[in-house]
């Protein structure tokens, strides 16, 4: 077969994926297993949407408990950080970003120590035009994770990404 038709055919075949639909290839990376996103129309505000992020960094109870006992005692306070990304390759695929100092109870999330390492929850309000990330020709469809990163108090990181969440998000 001579190298004009073979890319004639995958000219051809290419064609016929994307008019059947065919999604492009996912740009997240692969979830961190204990760690989850969820997407709900916010209560009572139309024009948001309801972000919870949470899961748990394994570890031991003696080394959670002294992360999270020693958040505040270096150069800069350690704390939890928040990134939900859109899926698309190219461009900025940060949509937004919060990071909150310290651990504890705080209004919307928790960052504590527990038996099985240090356990993080969040609700965030977003923009539903912020998650409306997608208006391509052939896919609609916006593809929103999250990314979290623990800074403990000698500015140590322990990173983990949330599953995604395909949808219509305009």
Do not use: C, W
């Not at 995958?10 to 990376?29: D, V």
């Not at 006992?69 to 970003?97: C, K, M, Q, V």
């Not at 208006?135 to 916006?142: A, K, L, M």
């Amino acid at each position: 077969m001579t190298a004009v038709k073979m890319i004639g055919l995958a000219a051809a075949a290419m064609a016929i994926g994307l008019a059947a639909g065919t999604a492009p290839a996912s740009a997240a990376p692969t979830a961190t297993a204990g760690h989850t996103l969820n997407i709900q129309p916010y209560p009572g505000n139309p024009s948001a949407y309801l972000v919870t992020v949470k899961g748990v960094f394994p570890m031991d109870e003696y080394s959670a408990h002294g992360y999270i006992n020693n958040i505040s005692t270096g150069e800069r306070p350690g704390g939890i950080e928040f990134n939900i990304h859109a899926d698309d390759e190219g461009g900025d695929p940060r949509l937004s970003g919060l990071f909150i100092p310290g651990a504890g109870p705080r209004d919307n999330g928790d960052l504590r120590a527990q038996s099985d390492g240090i356990h993080y929850f969040q609700t965030i309000s977003v923009p539903k035009n912020l998650l409306n990330e997608d208006s391509g020709v052939f896919d609609d469809n916006d593809e929103i994770f999250a990314y979290v990163r623990f800074v403990d108090g000698d500015s140590g990181v322990r990173r983990a990404y949330t599953n995604a969440i395909t949808a219509l998000f305009g």
